[in-house]
């Protein structure tokens, strides 16, 4: 049986109008932020005081998209008699957001945890020059990092944290021991 003229366009046209009449689940972008996952890649922030400038960021960067300069300084001695000490001073930290491909290594890498992952992602520019974003950028987004997440409580105590509290009770027994102790010996010594 040959098909109908124009049962094609009815089809398309059923659909259309159940497609109309359902709710839709798209949610309008800029009126409606999405809800994203506590630990999304959005930015890189910059915990600026933690920076010792070692390199092994940008050194480590598959796209050298991280930009680091900075210079010697020389610190008095702490004690007197001591010697001079030089530390390196941050002059500038970028990174260029058209190049970066969020693989995190830069992150991973820092022993020092002077970089994080910020959820922020609204950071389009018009010029592709201006997303090489500077240090006062990257610590502003510094502060939108969310905390860590909560340990398992179900987890066991780290040993650190057992150790140190044994150490803490054997202190404070000692304490109280030696306390005893004085306390008996002045109530000798008064009769």
Known sequence: MP?????GLAKGLAVTLRTM???TVTEQYPEHQPELPPRTRGVIGLFEENC????????ECPDWCIYIDSHKETVPPAAP????RSRNVLDRF??????CMYCGICIEVCPFDAL?????FEYAETDIHELTHERDKLREWMWTVPAPP????A????????AARKAAEKAEAAEKLAAAEAAAESKGEES
Not at 52 to 59: D, F, G, P, S, Y
Not at 94 to 99: E, G, P, Q, S, V
């Open 94 to 99: 970028a990174i260029d957001f058209a190049l």
């Open 3 to 7: 098909p109908i003229p124009g049962s």
């Open 116 to 120: 994080f992952w910020s959820p922020e």
């Open 155 to 162: 987890a066991e105590e780290p040993k650190e944290l057992a």
């Open 150 to 153: 909560a340990l398992d409580p």
């Open 81 to 84: 008699g001591g010697r001079e």
């Open 21 to 23: 009449t359902k709710k």
């Open 52 to 59: 010792t400038v070692c390199m092994l960021c940008a050194r």
